[in-house]
């Protein structure tokens, strides 16, 4: 596609509850990041795909995290038993091969609010 | 980890004004990216650096690699409402390799008022 994009825009769950995010990157970009920015604060790696791999999951902040992404396009970030601490917007981004220089292109994020 | 520290938190101008904002980080880059955040949306690559003192212009923004290499600037001449937004700095983790994670700072929260 044109550019990366993220569904759903908005969630809304209940404690306790599953979520599934989704990304779809560029076309033909290898690299997809998944970031995490809470209120007023800035951008938290969780998590780096090359591929179809995650060389780099580092950023995961407990065992409710995981993604996977297939076919070394789209990608799926779920939370299991959702906390309200888990409130926050969920960015997406790719890159074409994962330079770091080169920068990467967001998408606009899903923002998960859990009640 | 590595941090990147960005000042100020947030800023208040009035449109016309002139704009700075820093990074700084107690490791070394070897590139500096600044990103511009809107409301509602995911940030925007606006300027890459690749060399220590190099300057360099988009527009109405300028941006240096600080000569240590710890730091870098951006400046915003003649502020525009569309200037609104989080402005965050971003760096390649250390550790050798060149692929991967960007680390970003904390982000400078620009409100500019017509």
């Known amino acids: 596609g044109a550019g990366v994009s993220q569904s759903p825009s908005n969630k809304v769950t209940e404690k306790g509850k599953d979520v599934e995010l989704r990304c779809d990157p560029i076309s033909g970009h290898t690299a997809l990041y998944w970031y995490r920015q809470s209120l007023g604060q800035g951008l938290e790696f969780l998590i780096y795909?090359?591929?179809?791999?995650?060389?780099?999951k580092s950023g995961l902040p407990s065992d409710r995290f995981s993604a996977e992404r297939t076919g070394g396009s789209v990608s799926t970030l779920t939370i299991q038993r959702t906390q309200q601490e888990d409130s926050a917007v969920y960015l997406c981004?790719?890159?074409?091969?994962?330079?770091?220089?080169?920068?990467?292109?967001f998408g606009s994020g899903t923002r998960l609010t859990v009640v | 980890g590595q941090q990147l520290n960005q000042s100020p938190q947030s800023m208040f101008i009035q449109e016309g004004e002139d704009v700075s904002m820093n990074c700084t980080s107690s490791?070394?880059?070897?590139?500096w990216l600044w990103y511009k955040q809107d409301p509602g949306e995911g940030p925007v690559l606006l300027i890459a650096?690749?060399?220590?003192?190099e300057l360099t212009s988009n527009g109405r923004l300028t941006a240096q690699f600080g000569i240590t290499r710890k730091d870098s600037f951006l400046n915003i001449s003649a502020s525009i409402p569309s200037d609104v937004g989080i402005y965050f700095c971003a760096g390649p983790n250390a550790g050798g390799t060149s692929y991967g994670k960007l680390t970003f700072g904390q982000g400078t929260i620009l409100t500019v008022h017509p």
């Open positions: 490791s070394i880059f070897n590139t």
């Open positions: 981004a790719s890159s074409l091969v994962g330079l770091q220089t080169n920068g990467y292109t």
């Open positions: 795909f090359q591929g179809n791999s995650a060389p780099d």
């Open positions: 650096l690749y060399k220590a003192g």
